[in-house]
């Protein structure tokens, strides 16, 4: 057992001798081999096991071309246990190598991967040496090629610069011409037109030459030898081509025409490669850049193609993008259209909203001060001239209604006869009678002047009641009759408030009460007077096709216009009004006022508050409004979107328009006036359009879409003209009454007429100073008056007003219409005055003058005559002609006298004395050039007839035109 554990080791051993010098061998062909070391004996094989293992090392080693291993430890070991080292062979002694079976056969493969890997090497060497031979090859060929070229070049060069220097170099067409000459002498040999002993020489056909030019020729000259010709420089003329060629007497003509014939087809070939060779090269150059332009087109074809599917398929997706978001905006519009008629069906008369009532009527009729008077605040005081320039809205809750009506109240119950319409009434002494379900009362106090139409449009388009206030005293004015024809054709019901009853002769007021129990104090003359007042007025009322009466005698409420008389300084007939209006609105109106949750809201102003930024002033007609709503509105630069971020109103009982305590709501139902806060971005909102809130199945595209439909309609009203003012107010109600005011002509304050005023340029909001740069342009068009700005309650910024000064661009700023149109009416008095005063030394009035025999003062310088104006208008400083002698400039009226007195102009039928000058001609003298019998003729042309016609229209009369188009004729103005 012992010794075969023996053997395993020693054959374990002897694997491991073979991997060691598997290692070994692999090592030595990536390592560079070290100079061998002198050869040592190899030790006597002491171990079988132990040599097989170095024998297969050793062989490995041999194979590669490399040494013995060196002694291992173990043998050091043996050496030191004291064993013999095996005896050393001598060096002539053949070598005797044993190799294990295994280490043999690793031995064997690794030679022949080496033998396989030199093969390959060599082979790959040789292919490469051959490429790189035979690209040497042909690199010598194009050189050589290339060098034969030059060399031939070259040697035609220095032959083309040889035959310069001796002057026989010619040209192509020069030698063809030499040829064909020396062709044609040939065959003229041939036939024998010439002998051959004629020799062509120069000087023979100079001689010829100069015998022409002399004047008398001997007759027949003896011959004379001919002398040689003289040697000319070099310089100057070429070697002659006869002189080159062989003697024609001595040679053989054909031989000289054949070698000639050599020498030039030698040239021409040598001309011709070298023209080949450029036109090769040429050739090649148009063909290079043919193909660089091919590929350029090609790339270019590609890249416009590469184009052009990318453009066809983004077109394709933009369009299907399209589609879808068409497709997405139609069903999400069926969806919102589809849930609102579900809101309008699920509406009761169970529940109502409160009703939205309008003031209307004339300027100081007294429909703020009788707001005011059922606020019991004085927002009369506040405003610019006492005249109403925005909508206000005023919210009364059900409780403030039933505490004003209750003087109605006690009143009815004190009275026995009742009549039907007391019964009936809301809150009537009858048990029985109707109680209010209204939740209160919104009141909008609209603008009452012509001048708002707009806005009272706008407002009536809310509201569902209107009031027209009506002056007791003045009756119906034309600004009522408007708003009588407004509710008349947008169909609103009404109640007229008879005002100011307390202005009849000894009027006794007591403060807030019934106006029947107001009425039964008054002594008989005042009721007679106020009957006879009521009477004109009801009788102006059914002019109008208005049937009218007094609200206690009114039994047919749906065809006869109830009438309540009242006084906004008293009180007196507030309640009754109150009561009516509350009576007519909840019993004719129910299904009008059905509570709905679709949303309508109107924009009346949009304003930036100190401490709350941009709000809105809205009326909430319908729906609800919560706090964070996202809202789609319009602007003019297109629809916008933004967040609600709160939601504020007044204290009841109080306008938008006054500053006062705000409350905060987190949700609001309409009807009723509140502000909205936000974002900048609400300055930009138009005033009179609509809000939309977004929901969560809407599309924001399509709420856009139906947003800009309100701005859409006002594109007609803001229209503007190529030259005229630029305009800005502060709402765009207020805008549209301002433009609507300066394009009709009318009559101002003063009733004088009024010619409409152009406008250029319309827009909402302060004045800045790009809408300054934008008036200074019409200044530039030659339109001086126009290059102005009006603003209507709108602030100017500084800088605006500054370059406003510098460029000479007036801004009128004002809080009513009436008082800018004054300012701008000024303006263009003042412009037109000194136009005028410009072109009074351009303008020239008509007139024919007749002088009197009998008045002649004075003839010559200065010449003064009497007489009497026949046509037209003298005025100082006309010149004055006579065209029947030829146009004769008899001068320049200086002064006109009339009546011992001095007059500036004297018109048709006026006997008067003039003073002429003139200054071009002293010598001028009347009875010398002209007398009584010729008449005198203002003398006009086109610069004058023009400047009538601009600068002084007022003061020219028909005939006086009339007088212009004969002027005209006899002075061939055309």
């Known amino acids: 057992m012992g010794k075969a554990k023996k053997k395993g080791g020693k054959a374990a051993a002897a694997d491991d001798d073979d991997w060691d010098a598997l290692l070994d061998a692999e090592q030595a062909n990536q390592a560079p081999q070290p100079p061998p070391p002198p050869k040592a004996e190899a030790p006597a094989p002491a171990e079988p096991a132990k040599a097989d293992g170095s024998d297969a090392a050793a062989a490995f080693l041999a194979s590669m071309g490399g040494d013995a291993p060196a002694p291992k430890k173990d043998d050091k070991k043996k050496k030191k246990k004291g064993k013999k080292p095996p005896p050393k062979k001598s060096d002539d002694a053949p070598e005797e190598k044993k190799q294990s079976k295994r280490g043999a056969e690793i031995a064997a493969r690794l030679a022949e991967q080496k033998a396989a890997e030199e093969k390959l090497a060599a082979e790959k060497k040789a292919a490469e040496d051959k490429i790189r031979a035979e690209e040497e090859a042909e690199q010598r060929k194009l050189d050589e090629e290339k060098r034969k070229r030059e060399e ?82 070099a310089a100057e003329e070429p070697v002659d081509d006869w002189e080159a060629v062989d003697d024609w007497e001595s040679g053989d003509v054909g ?446 595209e399509d709420l856009k879409e139906e947003c800009m439909k309100d701005i859409a309609n006002l594109s007609d009203t803001l229209a503007t003209e190529a030259k005229g003012v630029t305009v800005q107010a502060s709402t765009l109600g207020a805008l549209e009454a301002l433009l609507e005011f300066l394009r009709n002509p009318g009559k101002d304050r003063q009733g004088k007429e009024r010619p409409p005023i152009p406008v250029s340029g319309a827009t909402v909001g302060p004045i800045h100073k790009k809408d300054v740069i934008k008036a200074a342009i019409m200044a530039q068009k030659g339109s001086e008056e126009y290059s102005c700005i009006l603003g209507f309650d709108v602030p100017v910024d500084p800088e605006a007003q500054a370059y406003a000064d510098k460029n000479q661009v007036k801004i009128f700023t004002a809080d009513i219409i009436y008082h800018l149109e004054g300012h701008f009416t000024r303006h263009l008095d003042e412009i037109m005055e000194r136009k005028r005063n410009e072109a009074r030394d351009v303008a020239v009035f008509p007139s024919l003058f007749k002088i009197s025999k009998n008045h002649v003062f ?27 002698l030829g146009f004769l400039d008899v001068g320049v009226v200086q002064s006109i006298e009339c009546n011992h007195k001095d007059v500036q102009t004297a018109r048709k039928g006026q006997e008067c004395a003039i003073k002429i000058v003139n200054h071009g001609n002293p010598n001028m003298t009347y009875g010398r050039q002209f007398d009584h019998n010729h008449q005198l003729f203002s003398k006009v042309n086109r610069a004058s007839i023009d400047a009538l016609k601009k600068y002084f229209k007022d003061d020219m009369q028909d005939a006086d035109w009339r007088l212009v188009i004969k002027l005209k004729k006899v002075f061939s103005v055309i």
Not at 187 to 216: H, N, Q, W
Not at 489 to 502: E, G, H, I, S
Not at 562 to 583: F, K, M, N, Q
């Open 152 to 233: 031939k070049l070259a040697r035609k060069a220095a032959a083309r610069e040889e035959a310069r220097k001796n002057g026989t170099y010619e040209t192509k067409k020069q030698r063809e011409a030499r040829l064909a000459a020396e062709r044609r002498r040939a065959s003229m040999l041939a036939s024998g037109m010439i002998s051959a002993d004629t020799k062509p020489s120069k000087p023979k056909f100079e001689r010829k030459k100069k015998k022409v030019v002399e004047k008398a020729p001997e007759p027949e000259p003896e011959p004379e030898p001919e002398p040689e010709p003289e040697p000319e420089p």
């Open 255 to 700: 031989a000289n025409l054949e070698k000639l014939a050599n020498e030039s087809k030698a040239i021409d070939e040598e001309v011709e490669d070298e023209a080949e060779l450029e036109a090769k090269a040429e050739a090649e150059k148009l063909k290079e850049a043919g193909r660089k332009l091919k590929e350029r087109e090609r790339k270019a074809r590609e890249e416009e193609e590469a184009r052009a599917k990318l453009e066809a398929e983004a077109a394709a997706e933009a369009d299907r993008a399209k589609r879808e978001a068409e497709l997405k905006k139609l069903e999400c519009r069926q969806k919102r259209l589809a849930r609102e008629k579900r809101r309008d069906d699920d509406r009761s008369e169970s529940r109502l909203r409160s009703p939205i009532c309008c003031i209307m009527g004339h300027v100081d009729t007294g429909k703020t001060k009788l707001l005011d008077k059922i606020r019991q605040t004085n927002v009369q005081d506040g405003e610019a001239g006492g005249i109403t320039q925005q909508i206000g809205a005023t919210f009364f809750d059900d409780a403030t209604l039933k505490e004003k009506i209750r003087p109605v109240a006690a009143h009815l119950a004190s009275i026995k006869d009742q009549s039907s319409s007391y019964v009936d009434a809301i809150l009537g002494p009858d048990p029985d009678a109707p109680r209010l379900t209204l939740p209160g009362l919104l009141v909008i106090d609209t603008p009452g002047h012509e001048s708002f139409s707009n806005l009272r449009s706008r407002g009536s388009s809310l509201c569902d009641m209107a009031i027209l206030v009506v002056d007791l005293m003045h009756g119906l004015e034309p600004q009522t009759l408007e708003s009588i024809s407004m509710l008349k054709r947008k169909r609103t019901p009404f109640v007229v408030a008879l005002n100011k009853v307390d202005r009849c002769y000894d009027w006794s007021p007591t403060e807030g009460a019934s106006i029947r129990e107001a009425l039964a104090k008054q002594a008989q003359n005042t009721l007679d007077e106020f009957e006879q007042k009521k009477a004109n007025a009801f009788t102006e009322l059914n002019e109008q096709s208005l049937n009218v009466a007094l609200y206690w005698d009114n039994d047919d409420p749906g065809s006869t216009v109830s009438v309540v008389p009242t006084s906004a300084i008293t009180g007196e007939g507030v309640p009754d009004l109150l009561r009516v209006v509350l009576s007519l609105t909840q019993q004719r109106l129910a299904a009008k006022l059905m509570f709905g949750y679709n949303l309508q809201c109107t924009v009346l102003e949009v304003k930036v508050v100190e401490g709350l930024g941009a709000t809105l002033d809205v009326i909430l007609v319908n729906g609800c409004l919560h706090a964070g709503d996202t809202m789609v509105l319009c602007t003019q630069d297109g629809p916008i979107v933004t967040t609600a971020r709160a939601l504020l109103t007044p204290p009841p009982s109080r306008e938008t328009r006054v500053k006062s305590e705000l409350i905060k709501h987190e949700s609001l139902e309409g009807a009723i006036g509140l502000k909205i806060t936000g974002d900048p971005e609400l300055t930009k909102v138009v005033p009179g359009t609509g809000i939309l809130v977004m929901h969560q199945d809407d599309d924001v």
């Open 858 to 884: 004075n003839m010559k310088d200065p010449i003064i005559l009497g007489g009497e104006v026949v046509d037209g208008i003298l005025k100082v400083g006309t010149p004055l002609c006579i065209p029947h």
